[in-house]
């Protein structure tokens, strides 16, 4: 059983997250807008994207903050936009703005969902479709397994895979993404998704004029617990790496297709399709990701997760325990995070600032 730490001031729900965020943006004069989802949340709410634009509507510089790309981890993205609202609104930005894009799936916040409302891994929807996908096989000799109506079979099927071939292959099969199975796991679609498109509209309205750009795409569930393992999202010269790094700290991670740390090549990832799409002159793709449990637990809370929705069944206990893997009921926790993604908002725009010669002191 776990030990729980918590006081309730954090975000229980979409729409507690929601109410708290415009809230802070509203007390702080932070001007937000909404984009709202075709569809409703389980209680019948309205589900949005909101926006919020802090500093100069014509500065150069622009540090872009997205939360709940994965759906569940987006009360904690959501936290950490709160705390970045109140604590930056006060402080005059010089030369530079910060756009928070919060809930980008939204649906999948409020369903405690990783997907969206489709099926879709965003974090694999951000490709170019008319182009050959790429091809997943310790998926496809998964996927039987996967939808295996008989429990007990499927269970087995699952873990003579495992001992066949190993958890390094199993998290493959279920994180690398594939485009094959639109009703399981790490689906990256066949088209761009509402949250996909929503993204590159927000984009093209608030980034166009940016000179250089920091996104910063919050995550949670993987590495140790409460720490941000960063991926710059691409290769990046050996001296600007140093840079960031000495910002940042040393264990930031380039992630590019040739990258030692991932044992299987990704494809799709938000950070870069948004990166891609933004005209600037200079884009920093950062993923930050802080860590939960362990990863044995999400992999099985994945596949109950494709089962139930194939097969039906009691939704409330899986969906609270996803909720509870990407977002701990813990203070702790949550404050770590939170003034570390501040911390990484803070130093990014000093660096930008800096290189742009603007005096920050
Ligand atoms: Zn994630």
Not at 141 to 164: K, M, N, T, W
């Given at each position: 059983?776990?030990?729980?730490?918590?006081?309730?001031?954090?975000?229980?729900?979409?729409?507690?997250?929601?109410?708290?965020?415009?809230?802070?943006?509203?007390?702080?004069?932070?001007?937000?807008?909404?984009?709202?989802?075709?569809?409703?949340?389980?209680?019948?709410?309205?589900?949005?994207?909101?926006?919020?634009?802090?500093?100069?509507?014509?500065?150069r510089h622009l540090v872009i903050?997205?939360?709940?790309?994965?759906?569940?981890?987006?009360?904690?993205?959501?936290?950490?936009?709160?705390?970045?609202?109140?604590?930056?609104?006060?402080?005059?930005?010089?030369?530079?703005a910060?756009l928070?894009?919060?809930?980008?799936?939204?649906?999948?916040?409020?369903?405690?969902?990783?997907?969206?409302?489709?099926?879709?891994?965003?974090?694999?929807?951000?490709?170019?479709?008319?182009?050959?996908?790429?091809?997943?096989?310790?998926?496809?000799?998964?996927?039987?397994?996967?939808?295996?109506?008989?429990?007990?079979?499927?269970?087995?099927?699952?873990?003579?895979?495992?001992?066949?071939?190993?958890?390094?292959?199993?998290?493959?099969?279920?994180?690398?993404?594939?485009?094959?199975?639109?009703?399981?796991?790490?689906?990256?679609?066949?088209?761009?998704?509402?949250?996909?498109?929503?993204?590159?509209?927000?984009l093209?309205?608030y980034a166009?004029?940016s000179e250089s750009v920091v996104i910063i795409?919050?995550?949670?569930?993987?590495?140790?617990?409460?720490?941000?393992?960063?991926?710059?999202?691409?290769?990046?010269?050996?001296?600007?790496?140093?840079?960031?790094?000495?910002?940042?700290?040393?264990?930031?991670?380039?992630?590019?297709?040739?990258?030692?740390?991932?044992?299987?090549?990704?494809?799709?990832?938000?950070?870069?399709?948004a990166a891609?799409q933004l005209k600037a002159r200079s884009v920093i793709p950062?993923?930050?990701?802080?860590?939960?449990?362990?990863?044995?637990?999400?992999?099985?809370?994945?596949?109950?997760?494709?089962?139930?929705?194939?097969?039906?069944?009691?939704?409330?206990?899986?969906?609270?325990?996803?909720?509870?893997?990407?977002?701990?009921?813990?203070?702790?926790?949550?404050?770590?995070?939170?003034?570390?993604?501040?911390?990484?908002?803070?130093?990014m725009?000093?660096?930008r600032?800096?290189?742009?010669?603007?005096?920050?002191?």
């Open positions: 059983m776990r030990q729980r730490f918590s006081n309730g001031d954090y975000p229980r729900d979409y729409e507690d997250a929601r109410k708290r965020f415009l809230a802070a943006c509203s007390v702080n004069d932070i001007v937000t807008d909404r984009i709202v989802h075709p569809l409703a949340g389980p209680n019948g709410e309205t589900l949005s994207t909101d926006v919020a634009w802090l500093g100069s509507a014509t500065a903050v997205i939360s709940g790309t994965h759906g569940p981890e987006g009360l904690m993205g959501s936290a950490c936009q709160t705390r970045i609202a109140s604590a930056l609104a006060a402080k005059g930005l010089v030369d530079a910060v928070l894009v919060h809930l980008i799936n939204p649906w999948g916040t409020a369903w405690r969902r990783r997907q969206t409302e489709n099926n879709v891994d965003l974090n694999r929807n951000f490709r170019q479709f008319e182009n050959s996908l790429p091809e997943n096989p310790n998926y496809d000799a998964l996927r039987a397994a996967i939808h295996e109506p008989d429990y007990a079979l499927a269970g087995e099927a699952i873990d003579a895979f495992r001992a066949e071939r190993g958890a390094r292959a199993f998290a493959s099969a279920l994180f690398q993404g594939q485009y094959v199975d639109a009703a399981g796991i790490g689906y990256g679609g066949d088209q761009p998704t509402w949250s996909n498109r929503t993204l590159r509209a927000i093209d309205e166009r004029h795409d919050l995550h949670s569930g993987i590495g140790p617990y409460g720490h941000a393992t960063l991926l710059h999202m691409g290769a990046m010269p050996e001296a600007r790496a140093a840079r960031l790094r000495s910002l940042l700290g040393p264990g930031v991670i380039m992630f590019d297709d040739d990258s030692p740390h991932m044992p299987y090549p990704l494809s799709g990832d938000l950070c870069r399709g891609q950062l993923l930050a990701e802080f860590g939960t449990y362990e990863e044995e637990v999400l992999l099985a809370l994945q596949v109950e997760d494709c089962r139930l929705q194939e097969f039906g069944g009691v939704a409330e206990d899986v969906r609270r325990r996803l909720q509870d893997f990407f977002y701990p009921d813990d203070d702790d926790w949550k404050d770590l995070v939170c003034l570390r993604s501040l911390q990484i908002v803070r130093r725009l000093y660096m600032q800096r290189e742009l010669g603007v005096d920050v002191g």
